[in-house]
């Protein structure tokens, strides 16, 4: 089993669609919760930063943590053709080797 | 702000040659840098990172080595490459350990 599972999709939603992506893990240990979106060719950009169980928004975007299911969510709400990329959960436990997700390749059709 | 700049953005090497990828980061002292590989659908893998000038920690045994001769500069490297050696390189950094990341724009390398 691999320490951090993503579906790698690729998902297509319409414009203005509720986008929702996942990640789980089966390290318990860890305790920051990333995630990043990368356009083709480019290197990833931090989206959502939490720490622990909870929820964090941002504009439209809105990061969840369960950390009892060991399960984290993006929701990016009215999707735009510009949110077209691929999305990257990533997490670590207060250490340098920070874990990531194979990403999720979402397309935002207009 | 913090920028990080990598070079070159696409490089093609024949087998067998040298490698050198720069990194370096501005406005922001002591940072620990990172180096990881993308393979396609397969996520980011952690190749090095440092805490410290001359401090280098390899996760992956491989045919590459790194080296932090300034506090904010890092510097992937291999004597001879192997094709299996291509791929997507990113440079990191972040405030500290357990922090979040900030990537380079990334190098694309083949090697052929």
């Known amino acids: 089993q691999k320490e951090v599972e993503q579906d790698p999709g690729p998902l297509s939603v319409p414009e203005g669609a509720i986008v929702s992506l996942n990640c789980t893990y089966s390290?318990?240990?860890?305790?920051?919760f990333m995630w990043y979106r990368q356009y083709s060719r480019k290197g990833p950009e931090l989206l959502m930063y939490?720490?622990?169980?909870g929820n964090k928004e941002d504009g439209r975007f809105t990061a969840q943590v369960d950390k009892s299911s060991k399960y984290i969510s993006l929701f990016i709400r009215d999707s735009q053709p510009s949110d077209s990329a691929t999305y990257l959960c990533?997490?670590?436990?207060?250490?340098?080797?920070?874990?990531f997700g194979a990403g999720t390749r979402l397309t935002v059709k207009p | 702000s913090q920028t990080i700049h990598q070079w070159p953005a696409t490089l093609v090497q024949p087998v067998g040659s040298p490698l050198s990828l720069e990194c370096t980061v501005e406005?922001?002292?002591?940072?620990?840098l990172y180096w990881y590989r993308q393979a396609a659908g397969r996520g980011l893998q952690l190749l090095f990172y440092?805490?410290?000038?001359?401090?280098i920690s390899s996760e992956v045994p491989q045919n590459l080595s790194a080296s932090r001769p300034q506090d904010r500069q890092f510097i992937l490297s291999s004597k001879k490459l192997l094709l299996s050696d291509s791929g997507f390189y990113l440079c990191?950094?972040?405030?500290?350990?357990?922090?979040?990341?900030?990537f380079g724009s990334g190098t694309q390398l083949s090697v052929l």
């Open positions: 406005g922001t002292s002591n940072p620990n």
């Open positions: 990533a997490m670590t436990y207060n250490n340098n080797d920070m874990r």
């Open positions: 990191a950094w972040g405030p500290g350990a357990g922090e979040k990341l900030f």
């Open positions: 939490t720490y622990s169980s």
């Open positions: 390290n318990s240990a860890f305790q920051y």
């Open positions: 440092s805490v410290g000038i001359g401090q």
